[in-house]
């Protein structure tokens, strides 16, 4: 009897918490119904007018970042092209693979997606074979490693698979988190949530940038199989 009353008792506190809800969404609406009502036609064409011209720009927007490349997961052949690329894009997502890595692989069809998808950022892929002076230059020596690069310069990197809850059956809502957290796309999740269940707080298990050094030339790879 008393689990019933405790049940009851939490149903009603949710209805009431619902209907509060409820009842704030429907006050907001009608206050602005009612600004809209209250305006005169002078102010309707200065606001279409200022809804217009963020449509126009947002658009501009878009069609400069698809000019320089963002929307598709590209390679670059070589270190002096990454410079470049880098230079003329505010936010970069660039991959250091190697083709007999398998991790690799996994990570291109996740990037292949976000790419699509963020158009603010452009995502790369660079050969680690090609570019020896890059790689010491940044401190890859783990692959894969994802550098992200802001306003050119070295955000973050994400290295193997730790930060993406260390499996490789990561989704790629995961992957989209994880740039999130370091502020290299626009995320509309709660960058505090991560998707999988086995981290519960955003940049526990980062990997930090001063931490990362070169041993030689040759580079670990993050996975079992390579």
Same mark, same amino acid.
């Given at each position: 009897? #008393? %689990?019933? &009353?405790? !049940?009851?008792?939490?149903?009603? !506190?949710?209805?009431?918490?619902?209907?509060? /809800? %409820?009842?704030?969404?429907?006050?907001?609406?009608?206050?602005?119904?009612?600004?809209? +009502?209250?305006?005169?036609?002078?102010?309707?064409?200065?606001?279409?007018?200022?809804?217009?011209? %963020?449509?126009?720009? &947002?658009?501009?927007?878009?069609?400069?970042?698809?000019? $320089?490349?963002?929307?598709?997961? *590209?390679?670059?052949?070589?270190? *002096?092209?990454?410079?470049?690329?880098?230079?003329?894009?505010? $936010?970069?997502?660039?991959?250091?693979?190697?083709?007999?890595?398998?991790?690799?692989?996994?990570?291109?069809?996740?990037?292949?997606?976000?790419?699509?998808?963020?158009? #603010?950022?452009?995502?790369?892929?660079?050969?680690?074979?090609? &570019?020896?002076?890059?790689? #010491?230059?940044?401190?890859?020596?783990?692959?894969?490693?994802? &550098?992200?690069?802001? =306003?050119?310069?070295?955000?973050?990197?994400? !290295?193997?698979?730790? +930060?993406?809850?260390?499996?490789?059956?990561?989704?790629?809502?995961?992957?989209?988190?994880?740039?999130?957290?370091?502020?290299?796309?626009?995320?509309?999740?709660?960058?505090? #949530?991560?998707?999988?269940?086995?981290?519960?707080?955003?940049?526990?298990?980062?990997?930090? !940038?001063?931490?990362?050094?070169?041993?030689?030339?040759?580079? =670990?790879? +993050? /996975?079992?199989?390579?």
């Amino acid at each position: 009897m #008393e %689990a019933d &009353a405790s !049940v009851d008792m939490y149903s009603k !506190v949710l209805e009431n918490q619902l209907l509060q /809800s %409820a009842k704030l969404v429907e006050e907001h609406l009608d206050s602005e119904i009612q600004k809209l +009502d209250q305006m005169d036609e002078d102010e309707l064409e200065h606001l279409k007018e200022k809804r217009l011209e %963020a449509l126009r720009k &947002a658009q501009q927007q878009k069609q400069e970042w698809l000019s $320089k490349g963002h929307g598709e997961y *590209r390679e670059i052949p070589s270190e *002096r092209d990454f410079f470049q690329e880098v230079k003329e894009s505010k $936010k970069v997502v660039c991959h250091f693979y190697r083709d007999s890595t398998l991790r690799c692989k996994i990570l291109d069809r996740h990037l292949v997606i976000l790419s699509k998808k963020h158009l #603010e950022t452009k995502f790369l892929k660079l050969n680690v074979e090609k &570019a020896p002076f890059l790689c #010491e230059r940044l401190r890859i020596k783990v692959i894969p490693t994802l &550098a992200l690069l802001k =306003d050119g310069k070295t955000q973050d990197y994400v !290295v193997g698979f730790t +930060d993406l809850g260390n499996t490789d059956d990561f989704t790629t809502e995961t992957l989209e988190w994880r740039l999130g957290c370091s502020d290299i796309l626009n995320y509309s999740g709660n960058l505090m #949530e991560p998707p999988f269940q086995s981290q519960k707080k955003c940049g526990t298990n980062f990997t930090k !940038v001063e931490k990362k050094t070169i041993r030689g030339k040759k580079y =670990d790879s +993050d /996975s079992d199989d390579d």
